[in-house]
């Protein structure tokens, strides 16, 4: 997440706590979001949005867990397998997103 250093212009401290300002990316894995999910999913149901800026699978999971540090996704507490028969963790949008 963006940060200013003290030495930084004032505008530079302005940008950095706007932070909280989703990215277009961002506002695409919300979307996906509102059913929850884990993020196997996130990606197959960001990927379905033709619109969807592109982002590797990696950079969705990282997008996702930014948006964890924001407080606007959480865990659901549910757990679920994947294809390999892991257990992963279920996403859901927070009620303050």
């Avoid at 033709?50 to 996704?73: C, D, F, N, Q, W």
Wanted: hydrophobic letters at 35%; glycine letters at 4%.
């Amino acid at each position: 997440m963006p940060n200013a250093r003290n030495t930084d212009p004032f505008t530079s401290h302005l940008a950095a706590e706007s932070e909280r300002d989703v990215t277009a990316t961002q506002s695409y894995i919300l979307r996906c979001l509102k059913r929850p999910r884990p993020d196997h999913e996130l990606v197959l149901a960001y990927r379905a949005y033709k619109t969807a800026p592109y982002a590797s699978e990696s950079g969705i999971r990282s997008r996702r867990s930014e948006l964890v540090e924001l407080g606007m996704v959480c865990d659901s507490g549910k757990r679920t397998n994947t294809a390999s028969g892991r257990t992963a963790i279920v996403w859901e949008v927070t009620a303050s997103a």
